[in-house]
């Protein structure tokens, strides 16, 4: 099993411009997230689905799409990109929702927004 | 809403010692308590998970408690190596909620 992969890994970006973080698991599961990181603030959840067809909004949603159209793949969108959206940004992936179960990390994309 | 933190924020210890790290949550109502483990410029990997019903886990040389009521957890690093060098992040979860993390202890073991 590949586990969690995450696609860039990096990527530089001008505001304004749009762009696609992908993320894809084989484990069959059920539960993903999408969350960032910045220093001093630990990890920050963006977005997250229990299952193909059904998204919902974290903590910080704003300025990012999601859809989930099939198990594997959970991609995110930055619709207009800024300054304040230069992170690391993790996906990660557990077989049931509700945190019972362990999590899995993807390996980050870095993203520099200038 | 649920806060965690964490304390201290970074740490370093000469090879051979035993230490602890700490993490304090505000709503003690939780579900489960996760331990991570993450390298520089990696991902995040789970060490050890304590369901609410429980009071510690063991894995190898780590041992994390839970004292629901007091609202803290702990994890305990025995003979600590260099490999142990990484940042430690806490993270709760509430019922029917999701997952709050911690800033992190930044660990350094020095041989």
């Known amino acids: 099993n590949a586990g969690v992969t995450q696609t860039p890994k990096f990527q530089v970006l001008k505001t304004g411009q749009s762009m696609t973080l992908q993320c894809a698991q084989d484990?069959?599961?059920?539960?993903m997230s999408w969350y960032r990181q910045d220093p001093g603030m630990g990890l920050r959840l963006i977005h997250y689905?229990?299952?193909?067809?059904?998204?919902d909004q974290g903590e910080v949603p704003n300025g990012y799409n999601v859809s989930r159209s099939t198990t594997e793949d959970f991609p995110l969108r930055l619709l207009s990109a800024a300054p304040s959206q230069t992170s690391v940004y993790f996906c990660?992936?557990?077989?049931?929702?509700?945190?019972?179960?362990?999590?899995?990390f993807g390996p980050g994309t870095r993203l520099l927004v200038l | 809403k649920q806060e965690v933190t964490q304390i201290p924020a970074a740490l370093s210890v000469p090879e051979g010692e035993n230490l602890v790290l700490n993490c304090s949550f505000t709503?003690?109502?939780?579900?489960?308590l996760q331990w991570f483990r993450q390298d520089p410029g990696k991902g995040l990997t789970s060490l050890l998970l304590?369901?609410?019903?429980?009071r510690e886990q063991t894995s190898g040389r780590l041992n994390a408690s839970l004292d629901k009521s007091s609202g803290r957890s702990t994890l305990y690093i025995a003979a600590s190596q260099p490999g142990d060098s990484a940042t430690y992040l806490c993270?709760?979860?509430?019922?029917?909620?999701?997952?709050?993390f911690g800033p992190g202890t930044r660990l350094s073991v020095l041989p």
């Open positions: 990660a992936s557990s077989r049931t929702p509700g945190g019972s179960e362990t999590q899995y």
């Open positions: 484990m069959n599961h059920e539960y």
């Open positions: 689905s229990v299952g193909a067809g059904i998204t």
């Open positions: 993270a709760v979860n509430n019922y029917g909620q999701n997952f709050v």
């Open positions: 304590i369901q609410s019903s429980q």
């Open positions: 709503d003690s109502a939780i579900y489960n």
